[in-house]
């Protein structure tokens, strides 16, 4: 795109929204160029994807559905944008001629509505704030990714996200009653709240993991749950292996019990997490919440599945060790700036994580295949300085695995995904779909998955490529993200 372009674009943007609704300096479009996948990059000053023309800060619906229609009609390419804690290059532009709409300033909590247990949010509301709101009068959304001081429900709903204590309250699409969207021809659609209907398909689901690559989410309506935090109850375990752990997991589950948490760390993992008690062997963790009978049910469960499988449980673990480390697992703005300086000043390592899901059968080969092939295969292995993984969301007929892998990067900044997180990402995917899971139990697929998105749904991708031709038929929103584009794989994934 040529200036005299840039400019006069820039100057048409003026007609639709103020000028401090538009940013144009270079340092802000240079941090918007690509999100937390390419950050030992953007960090080094070394990011090999164009930058966006201008952020704009729309104040309402009517605004979003004026920027996107004029893009549609211009043919520019939309980044949504929300708390910018995506991970997988959803936020990374691949585009000329490209704008981030970020929905930050749309942060008005609409209305709480305890009788009827929801609460409606403008997309740009912080998940934090939402609670904080709610735990003032007595409830909870029962949503807490790691991400909850910074990220917000647009993003959170875009990105089919899942939190902490999912076992029990679910995931956000268990959890949102309705939406608002603006499609890329400027409809806004609104999926009105109501319990449960039959009307065909479920419409939510469009918006819901859309990644902002077939409209703009602007508002949302989610549950809320009465919060009783004082029968809390925690559990920890170590257990011999993976195999042991996911055992005594999966009674508790196919009993039908809901602990709101239900996790089991890998030896190795837990050394990250629980170096003061883990003694070398694996850590089973549940906790247990809501009302007081509930509780003491669940917890009778989860007793009698570990004594059940008593001879895979090597110790019981005080419960404060687990309660503790609870309080300080989220990350806030500050951690992240904390992480992105470090990188700057010392730099040279950096960790990455593939989280997949399958039934209870095939996870734990998947778990042993992933590990068995990195450890022999991937040829920079012992530049690896954790490799481990752990279940943090089970469900009736499987879990999903978190693979962690940290390194030390021996090599240039620019080249550090494809030397080494390509590789391991590329071996864990090609298990999980051998054995019938998914390659992305969560943080979504972005552009850093794309490559495989047709091998996950199979015959399926039909219908998935037929909502993109039909809601953005000339495909201005968010290019790369969940639909595959070769030349720019190939350019900026395998280069
Ligand atoms: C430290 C850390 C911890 C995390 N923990 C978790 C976790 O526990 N569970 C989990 O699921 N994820 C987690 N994530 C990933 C990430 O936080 C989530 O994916 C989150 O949902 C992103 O929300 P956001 O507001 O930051 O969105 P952004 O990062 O701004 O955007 C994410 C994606 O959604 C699209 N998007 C954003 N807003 C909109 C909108 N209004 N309409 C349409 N599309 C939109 C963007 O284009 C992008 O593709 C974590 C990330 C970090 C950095």
Redesign the pocket.
């Known amino acids: 795109m040529n200036n005299q372009t840039v400019e006069s674009t820039i100057d048409e943007l003026k007609s639709l929204l103020t000028e401090k609704q538009i940013v144009t300096e270079t340092e802000e479009l240079y941090d918007a160029s690509a999100?937390?996948y390419k950050k030992y990059a953007k960090v080094k000053n070394v990011l090999d994807v164009p930058m966006p023309i201008a952020i704009l800060y729309p104040h309402s619906t009517e605004e979003v559905k004026s920027l996107i229609s004029y893009c549609n009609q211009n043919d520019i390419n939309v980044?949504?944008?929300?708390?910018?804690?995506?991970?997988e290059g959803?936020?990374e532009n691949w585009k000329d001629k490209t704008v981030v709409i970020d929905?930050s300033r749309m942060n008005e909590i609409i209305k709480i509505d305890p009788y009827n247990m929801q609460a409606t949010v403008q997309?740009g509301v912080k998940l934090q704030t939402l609670e904080d709101e709610l735990r003032k009068q007595g409830y909870t959304t029962g949503h807490s990714?790691?991400?909850k001081p910074?990220?917000?429900l647009?993003?959170?709903v875009?990105?089919r996200?899942?939190?902490?204590f999912s076992t029990l309250y679910g995931a956000i699409e268990d959890m949102v009653v309705g939406l608002e969207c603006v499609f890329p021809e400027g409809q806004v659609s609104k999926v009105k709240n109501v319990p449960r209907r039959s009307g065909g398909p479920d419409i939510r689901h469009i918006a819901i993991g859309?990644?902002?690559a077939l409209?703009?989410?602007?508002e949302v309506t989610v549950k809320i749950f009465k919060f009783y935090p004082e029968n809390n109850t925690y559990y920890g375990y170590l257990v011999e292996n993976m195999d042991a752990g996911l055992k005594v997991l999966r009674e508790v589950m196919v009993n039908g019990f809901k602990p709101s948490v239900a996790r089991l760390y890998s030896e190795e993992d837990a050394r990250q997490h629980f170096n003061h008690f883990y003694k070398d062997k694996c850590v089973l963790i549940f906790m247990t919440e809501g009302p007081e009978g509930i509780v003491k049910a669940t917890n009778g469960a989860i007793e009698e599945a570990a004594e059940k499988f008593d001879s895979h449980i090597f110790e019981k673990v005080d419960s404060s060790h687990i309660e503790n480390w609870f309080i300080n697992l989220n990350?806030d703005q500050s951690r992240?700036d904390e992480e992105i300086n470090e990188m700057k000043d010392h730099n040279s390592h950096d960790g990455f994580t593939t989280e997949v899901s399958a039934d209870w059968e095939n996870v734990i080969k998947i778990y042993n295949n992933v590990m068995h092939r990195i450890r022999n295969e991937f040829d920079r292995a012992d530049e690896l300085t954790m490799l481990g993984g752990h279940s943090s969301h089970s469900y009736l007929n499987g879990t999903n695995m978190y693979f962690v892998y940290n390194y030390t990067i021996n090599c240039a900044p620019e080249d550090e995904m494809q030397v080494y997180h390509h590789p391991i990402h590329e071996i864990i995917i090609e298990e999980t779909l051998k054995c019938g899971g998914s390659m992305c139990h969560?943080?979504?697929i972005?552009k850093y998955r794309s490559e495989w998105t047709k091998a996950e749904h199979g015959s399926a991708y039909y219908m998935l490529e037929k909502l993109k031709e039909a809601f953005d038929p000339k495909g201005i929103m968010?290019h790369g993200?969940i639909f595959p584009q070769e030349s720019e794989i190939k350019k900026f994934i395998r280069s």
């Not at 980044?79 to 991970?87: F, L, N, Q």
């Open positions: 999100d937390r980044i949504p944008r929300s708390g910018k804690t995506a991970t959803g936020l929905g997309s990714p790691q991400s910074v990220a917000q647009g993003g959170l875009a990105t996200s899942i939190g902490q859309n990644e902002g409209c703009y989410i602007t990350w992240i969560h943080h979504g972005g968010n993200t």
